[in-house]
């Protein structure tokens, strides 16, 4: 079993930045690719980016392409989301998810284990 506690949401202006953590326990963090996800109010729940167990590969949403990097420290099991010029439509709940594996993975159906969320907010 794995435990995902993330932190570091909050309410920014557009152009703004923040960083999200994801602190995990439990199973041995660095075998697996982590990801984040998110999920605004009305629609679905959507990939955002993915990195591998070492933390060589990444992968993110065009729409996000730029502006977001995802990163991890293994030795604090700790996962990373920075977020810089931010726009409103990036307001969401922001998840952090285990994979099932050790590559990059897209599809939520690909994680086995998520944290509660964290609200991020972008004011116009």
């Known amino acids: 079993q794995v435990q995902l506690v993330e932190s570091g949401g909050g309410v920014v202006q557009a152009g703004g930045s923040l960083r999200l953590s994801c602190a995990a326990s439990?199973?041995?963090?660095?075998?697996?690719?982590m990801g984040w996800f998110r999920q605004a109010p009305g629609k679905e729940r959507e990939f955002v980016a993915t990195?591998?167990?070492?933390?060589?590969?990444?992968y993110y949403r065009d729409s996000v392409k730029g502006r977001f990097t995802i990163s991890r420290d293994n030795a604090k099991n700790t996962l990373y989301l920075q977020m810089n010029s931010l726009k409103p439509e990036d307001t969401a709940v922001y998840y952090c998810?285990?994979?099932?594996?050790?590559?990059?993975?897209?599809?939520?159906?690909?994680?086995?284990?998520w944290g509660q969320g964290t609200q991020v907010t972008v004011s116009s």
């Open positions: 998810a285990v994979a099932f594996g050790i590559d990059t993975r897209r599809a939520s159906s690909d994680y086995r284990y």
């Open positions: 439990g199973r041995t963090f660095s075998n697996y690719a």
């Open positions: 990195i591998n167990w070492n933390g060589f590969n990444t």
